[in-house]
């Protein structure tokens, strides 16, 4: 079992930048693939990026494409997820997610944007960007 644990997020004015952080418990982070979402207010959780086991494979949103990185240090149990150029509709609780079971045929665009796909979720942590 895998306990994530998010941290870094904040207020920020449109333009600015955050780095989020998670923190996994246990000895085998590297064989998980990992995933960050989001959620507004009112609306349903959605796919920010993900990363495979080694780093060598990230995915975006088309619409955090080119302002967001995903990275992981697999020695330190953690994945981050920058973020640049922050405008107000990237305003969401941001969560991390480990997937095991349903990636051990493999990592594709499809099956790694899918929230049902990853088993172990953090508490989220509160990103505001204002305008």
């Known amino acids: 079992q895998v306990q994530l644990a998010e941290s870094g997020g904040g207020s920020v004015q449109a333009g600015g930048s955050l780095r989020l952080s998670c923190a996994a418990s246990?000895?085998?982070?590297?064989?998980?693939?990992m995933g960050w979402f989001r959620q507004a207010p009112g609306k349903e959780r959605e796919f920010v990026a993900s990363?495979?086991?080694?780093?060598?494979?990230?995915y975006y949103a088309d619409s955090v494409k080119g302002r967001f990185t995903i990275s992981r240090d697999n020695a330190k149990n953690t994945v981050y997820l920058q973020m640049n150029s922050l405008k107000p509709e990237d305003t969401a609780v941001y969560y991390c997610?480990?997937?095991?079971?349903?990636?051990?045929?493999?990592?594709?665009?499809?099956?790694?944007?899918?929230?049902?796909?990853?088993?172990?979720w953090g508490q989220g942590t509160q990103v505001t960007v204002s305008s």
């Open positions: 997610a480990a997937g095991l079971k349903s990636f051990r045929e493999g990592i594709t665009p499809v099956n790694t944007m899918g929230a049902d796909q990853y088993e172990y």
């Open positions: 990363i495979s086991w080694r780093g060598a494979s990230t």
């Open positions: 246990g000895r085998t982070f590297s064989a998980y693939v």
